[in-house]
């Protein structure tokens, strides 16, 4: 590992959502840290908690439903210490978002152009007539045919790709040093997807910024990653570079996920599944999540969360069954 | 120069009355505009508060049956009387607005003037100019009651009418009159706001305050809290329930008789009051006391069709309460229980409190034997029920339409004239008496006073004794005021006279 | 948009011409004859059938509905049968007065609802949320004739600080206490609802707006809450606006209870002396006016939301 | 030949943990439970309504017996009128108790019929769209194009008032709106997919509708229709406050007010009395109404 | 497992024509949905949702259907189970054809054909238990409500899942892949020849998606059905097709045998979707996009053939002329592509 300061480290990051009728725990103990200019993946089902440790990270969780605990530092700072001012401050500027659904993601009624001029003054203290020749330079970076047009529309004027292209230029706005993506390409055809893949990547690598990319395609996740965590019922079962973790998964459940996914395989047979749903985020059981649909579950899975070991450097598992030789 | 002195007034008119001659509204029009604005040849003498107010002259000075045709009545006019628009009275402004009444040809024929005098003028035959300051009216039959009749029709002046080519409404935004008041300015709907006229003929009228508003407001609460929030300084009819409040406001209270008459007229074909029993009965069941006590007081007891104060009162028959009395009246009737039905309404001109005064009738009747169905309408449906007469309305048995009785004719026999029979006249209810017609007749043929008097006692005498309504009471028309006014002398009258009132500085 | 009123416009006619239609029908529904106003209550049988004729009434309905539609189209509604002055001139003057009412009403209700409602959105679920929600329930639970009275009561009759009925003279001057005092309480009375019901659309409105995904990406932006509410705010208007002005044309034609309480001459006020007197041509025509009132204000706030709205901006 | 699914053959776990076996109904009444301002407004209302169904056992006097005697007695007089009397002596108690029942009947009964007519009107015009949608809506159009109060006030005033015809008039001016939100839910369902597959079995019409539509408009309306009672009570009393609805002596919420109002002078508190009693109804009957929307919407 | 009652019996006796005979063939369907506007209201515009398209589908068969957002996919599903009217075209089931005399009713045709919507939570009423939504179709078509309650537990058997802990239960206490199963219960109990799947694993997890599509897949073996499966994830579509027909604004871009089809892809619109997946290899990562910008706006779609404007290969007679689907070579593939006809002028006709 270089001498380089990581510039993400999150350290059991817990989100519970109280309510009167229940208690959600959506989030429970997710580490990780991320070097700069690092694209890390995050792969996992619908309910495995994905945005809410993205939402956590930029601590825009309601802040008196949402119970955050663990520790987390972006760019040296300890953001859930920050007060608005610094929270402000942070968001937008070293961090920024783009999100799946770029239609709501817009206020419908004010322009694309305005609401990036808008951010563009606000976080660099320039006029809003700045702000605009900063929104059009965006818009050319992004690839936006007739940018200048296009910032004078209303987002519903846009086509679907063109509004996510709009998006990403918002959250680049300020040149944030972190970008969350949170499944930014879901929404798009697969023509239109690869082409934001690709501009994402490029912009990836000319910005030097690092990007947490929301997925639960793992083709995604290999055109785009350097690193994949998945995550599973709040936790992240297994982090790794994105080479190895895809030729050789460690985690029974991510094992099961490439199998099940459908890719090729040959057609008169059934496709691997994993049996059985996702559990209940109010009712977790107490050891591992996954046990009550692994195959290789043994007893023990069920007593506690199983530690986290790293078979090979750069890898961690959480599953008692990986650290033990046969495995090793 | 001293700061004008204005009088407003809250009035119990709907609307403000019309201004082009006579009013409609009723006899509030005739009360605030008609007498203010207008005189009639006869007018009312309401300088007086003791006895019941009769007619005197107006702009003619004197009238008298012509010796040789006891059809046609002859009227002197007024010397010098000046229209408001300057132009002198003369008998050819009389026989002008005569037309204008009742000569459906005529450049000045009006409608609705027609509609509003024709009551008046059911005897009329005809007008003529005998010199320049005296006219001649004929009438169909012998009428010695035509100077009443005469109080009630307004003198326009002609000349301010073909200023507008005889457009009525025209006329009406900028009349021209020869009354105590002129016209200043009017917001339809909202007010009228007279002046003073200081060149009006009789000297003692000319009002004693610079400027008059009147502001309708039928509501009874609407003109109570009006007053007390010295938005006006004179009301009529405050509600008997908010007088304990007036007076501790230190407003003036005063209440007078008049002849109204809260009653129910009957129905004397068709069901129980055909039989005089039952209409004893009904009257004995009552106890006036009880709905005297309701309205606070502002209140006679209704013993009979005319008010005590009138000069033909006599001495009728009084039914007291009786309730025992009343029920072996219907037992003997073979009517017991008695079921009659009445058509009141919700409210109305002199209607007072309809709808608890009538429930207290129910009560008081059903405890002596009969049994009520109210059939509650609207003031005009009711009206027209009363209109129509008994013929198209056999199932009800009484209406509850609150008359006026100023002149013996209205007092007592378009009530019991068979020629009166609904619809051409208020004999709603077909009362048909041999003797009662007689008598009528014989009255309207009479033209010594004296005589007379001795003839209408006689009628009333005798409707009391037929029991010809079921009386209930006689209104005493509450008027209160600011404490700043002086100089209100309250009328036995529908009209009053509010030219003598001064105002004290604030 | 020129397009779109115009097609807007003229779908209303048959709008119009129903409720045309319906102002005609009720009126003539009613049992009473609508000449007897005219009449002294001792008029016989025989002068009322002469000024029926007179003014026309004796004809087959459909005769007269088509004549009066006729003349309505060129603006002339007849005459008042109860005071005989032009039915047009009548409902222009109390409209006017209604129009004053009904204006300030929706302007105070919408000053203080719309602060209430935003802060009530804003703060969806705490205290002062229900505080307000009461408030606006309050406001759209009141009879509001009986209110009126409690406000006489209080401020004119106990207190004598306000007139309890009428207005000042003919034109409104808008500088002088003596006019605007009189528009005091009827103000309070009719802006009561409108402030119930624009509060609660405006609490709902910012509460879902405060919900949706963008606000997430302006606070993921750095923007401080004043502007994110500002943004909530230019979204929440435009159906906020659309029920005030709802609000407004209701006031128009709604405001017969408390117009009558305070004797506003207003055209509540009017038609319910029409009512009483059965004066046909004004009730039809004051009908008619107020419904087809109503139309256009509906009209009007569906191009206003759409030009506010870039979302439903039509073609 | 079997097909081999894994779910079936252990129910394992994770199906079994699923916690919600509350039904649609059931997640309503329990949301309700904690909801304490509903729950309390809806005793008030359970309590006025039962009040007036047993008016003729509670009210301890005959609401029409009249005494002028003991006319405007101020609330506890003679240790028995309790409420004290009204302008005509009758026991205010047992007028409100009675009228409960008259203001009640006024405003419920239109919105109950109001709902049935216009309620179907309007899910025969949402489900078949087309011309019927067409001719429908165009006819509620016009009546819509009336501020509520005044059809209300030209109706009854031109039927010439009364307490049926009062009603009648209530009537007519709840369907449009009802049948306007009964169309818009309509429209919206049948839009939604499991109508479309109800109608890709080929079942005929009026089972899809009976089925899988009136089930999912009800709640929409039935909201509606319970926020509209609180108008129509406002509405019914004044309109006997103008003389246009329930005919006197029967003790209507709103006649009372009328009647009484001259004896604000003397009695004030007596004549606060029926305003009063309307308030705390129709403040009962919104809370509960708003109680209900949220309970049953299921998003929140 | 045991084997229940339920079982459709091979040759269930609707077999008209024979496995031969196509079950189901679609001539030049065509559906335009106007958009009004204009000062009265008039038609100002027409969605070219499905533009004159033509296939069949073979007894036992699985058809994929794959194609971009908005192509008109889900309005071809519609149309064929005649929830919306086609303005045009002709749908021939087993011989007969549809809604016209001498042929058979759309209510006999959906008895015979069933579909299964996207939107598994949309798609089931919520205020009815899961094992009412399966049995209303019989219900309403006469079965007593006993047995056909009973019918649809058996239903639940086979989709797996136990009918004691969810027969009872309301849409929203099932997760995303129960409501689907369910779904295609209620599809399964009008006992079809045929099931329109419209995206039917869409928006499920993956790990959900494969255990459906192996659910899929059993069905069809045990009762003998014939699949359209519409979706737009091509490894998906290739995994359970025999035959894939693309789709692009409303019209057919090409149509044949699945392997054939993704191995060799003779439209250029084909060739770039295919282009477009996401290798599972990050050593292979695409560099270029293979096409620029969005798909046209349906509304006014590009005259001649509708890909030219985002079509490398274009040429001016692309843009003139819309290509007719055609065969080159091989009967069973193909495509619509001016490149696929020597006649057409266009530089590179069959020379690829
Ligand atoms: N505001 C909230 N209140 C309560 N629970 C919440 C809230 N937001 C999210 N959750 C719950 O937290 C869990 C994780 O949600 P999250 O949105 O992070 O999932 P995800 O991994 O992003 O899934 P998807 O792929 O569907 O976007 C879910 O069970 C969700 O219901
Ligand atoms: N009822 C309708 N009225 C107007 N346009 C419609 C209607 N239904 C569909 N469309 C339009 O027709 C086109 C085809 O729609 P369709 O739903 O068939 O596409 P699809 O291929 O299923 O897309 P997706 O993959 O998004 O489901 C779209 O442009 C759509 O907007
Ligand atoms: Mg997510
Ligand atoms: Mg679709």
Redesign the interface.
Known sequence: MSAAQPLVEVEDLSVNFVT??SNVRAVNGVSFTMMPGEVMCMLG??GSGKSVTM?AL?R?LPPKRAVITGKIHIAGQDVLAMDDKA???????TV??I?Q?PM???????RVGDQIS??VA??RGVSRREGRRRALDLFELVRIPSAERRLDA?P??L????RQRAMIA?AL?CEPKLLLADEPTTAL???????V??LL?RLQQELGMSVIFVT?????A????DRVAVMYAGRVVETGP??DL?RNPQHPYTA??LA??????P?DQ???????????M??L?PGCSFA??CARAIADCNLAMPPPVSPEPGRIVRCIRVSQPEFA | RAQETVLRVGMTAGDIPLTAGIPDQGFEGWRFVGYNLYDALVLWDLSRGDVAADIKPGLATSWAIDPNNNRRWIFQLRRDVRFHDGSPMTAADIVWNFERFTREGAPQFNPRQFAFARAYLGNYEGIEAVDELTVAITTKQPDSLLPYNMSFLMMVSPRRSAEVNNDADAFARNPSGTGPYRFARMVPGERLELVRNPDYWDRDRVPKHDRLVLLPMPEASTRTAALLSGQVDWIEAPAPDAIPRLRSARMQIVSNSYPHNWAYQLNFVDGPFADLRVRRAANHALNRADFVEMLGGMALPGFANLTPSTPYYGNPRRYEYDPARARALLQEAGCLPCRVTFAISTSGSGQMQPLPMNELVKAQLEAAGFQVTLQTMDWNALLQVGREGRGRHPTVNGINISRSLQDPFNGMFRFVWSAQAAPAGSNWGHYRNPEMDALVNQALATFDPAERLRILTQIHEKMSEDAVMLWVVHDLNPRAMSPRLRGFTQAQSWFQDLTPITIAPR | MFGYVIRRLIAAIPIALGVSMICYLLVYLAPGDPVQTLLPPDADAETVDRLKRLYGLDRPLPVQYIEWLGRVVSGDFGRSIANGRPVIEEIQRSLGNTVLLATLSVLVAFSIAFVLGTIAGRKAGTWLDRVVTGVAVLGVSVPNYWLAIVLIIIFSVELMILPSSGTAGERFDPTSWEHIQYLILPVITLSMIPVGIIARTTRSAISEVMN???V?????????EW?VLK?AI??AL?PVLAVMGLQFGTLMGGSILVETVFAWPGSGYLLSKAILTRDVPVLQGTILVLAMIFVVTNLAVDLIQST????IRRG | MSTAV??TAAP????L???TQRGYWGTVG?RLR?DHVTLFFGALLLLIILAAVAAPLLAPFDPYQESIIRRLKPPGYQDRYWLGTDELGRDMLSRLLHGGRITLTMGILPVIIATLIGGSLGVLAGFAGGVVNMSIMRVMDVFYAFPSVLLAVAISGAMGGGAVNGMIALTLVFIPPLCRVAETATTQVRNLDFVDAARATGAPMHLVVRHHVIGNVLGPILIYASSLVSVAIILASGLSFLGLGVKPPDPDWGLMLNALRQAIYVSPLVAAMPGIAILITSISMNLVSDGLRAAMDVRS | MAMTSFAVEENDGRDRGGPRQPLLTVQGLKKHFPIRGGIFGRVSARVRAVDGISFAVRKGETLGIVG??GCGKSTVARLLMRLIMPDAGEQIFDGDAVGERGGISVAEMRRQVQMVFQDSASSLNPRMPVQNSIAFGPIALGTRQAEAIGMARELLVKVGLNPALFGGRYPHEL????KQRINIARALAMKPRMIILDEAVSAL???????V??LL??LKRDLNLTYIFIS?????V???SDRVMVMYLGEVVEIGP?DALYASPRHPYTR??L?????????Q???????????PNPINPPAGCRFHT?CPHAEAVCSARAPMLSAGGDDAHLAACHMQDPSSGHSQALRH
Not at chain 1, 87 to 93: D, F, N, P, S, Y
Not at chain 1, 222 to 225: C, S
Not at chain 3, 308 to 311: C, H, Q, S, V
């Open positions: 009167r009728e089902e619908s939402r930029m825009l929270l402000r401050a942070m968001r937008g500027a920024s978002m999100f659904e709501t993601a817009f206020d419908p009624v004010v808008e951010v606000l976080h209303y519903h004027e086509s679907g790709g063109l918002l706005s055809d697969a023509t239109v997807q690869i082409q893949l690709i990547r639960h395609d793992l083709g995604v290999a055109e785009i990653a994105v080479r895809l099961g996920l099940s996914t459908v890719h090729d395989q057609r059934d496709l691997k599944t994993i049996p059985g749903t996702p559990p209940d109010r009712r059981p009550p649909r | 949706q995904d963008f997430v990406t302006l606070r993921a932006n750095g923007l401080p502007r943004h230019k979204n435009p506010l709205d870039p979302r | 894994s779910d394992d776990a994770a199906e943990a699923l916690p329990y904690y | 971009e957002s997760s995303g892949g129960q997890d993956k790990s959900v998606e494969a255990q599509l192996n897949q059993a737009h994830d091509l490894g998906v290739r995994w359970i699945a770039a979707l282009a477009s997946r996401p290798a599972l290899d990050p050593d990562r695409r560099e270029e996009a293979p096409v620029s910008g969005d798909p985002r």
